[in-house]
């Protein structure tokens, strides 16, 4: 769950820097391109919180939900590195500065997968429980 609020913080910092930021005479916000740049991340998002519930569902029925556990934890990782790599191409320069929230938001992604577990170990776990 903290991965996918670490995703959903990047995406409202986006917004709020799209709805102020003007590039060539027009708001980032009103162009095309970051709309469908941020549409792409909101879904991201969501399909992780499935997977993240679709995983608390599995506890609640009394099951273990290793493998709903594992997919959730892969994919919520990835999911939240992209975000922020996203919001910081954004921001563009600014973006890649510490001091910005896009930034650190962009570093501490990365942790994710180091203290997390790395994610080829997780693929390697998720192919033996599907037998392969």
């Known amino acids: 769950m903290r991965w996918l609020g670490l995703a959903r913080r990047c995406v409202e910092i986006a917004q709020d ?4 930021r003007e590039g060539f005479g027009v708001r980032l916000a009103d162009r095309e391109s ?4 941020l549409g792409d991340l909101a879904m991201q998002i969501e399909t ?17 939900a290793r493998k709903e556990i594992s997919m959730a934890k892969l994919f919520s990782g990835r999911m939240s590195r992209f975000v922020s790599d996203e919001c910081l191409q954004l921001h563009g320069g600014y973006g890649y500065m510490r001091e910005s929230a896009a930034g650190r938001s962009f570093v501490d992604s990365r942790l994710i997968s180091i203290g997390g577990g790395a994610d080829e170990v997780m693929i390697h776990y998720l192919a033996k429980m599907f037998g392969l």
């Open 17 to 20: 820097y799209a709805a102020t």
């Open 34 to 37: 970051v709309q469908v740049m």
């Open 48 to 64: 992780g919180r499935l997977l993240v519930m679709k995983a608390a569902w599995e506890i609640d029925r009394g099951g273990f």
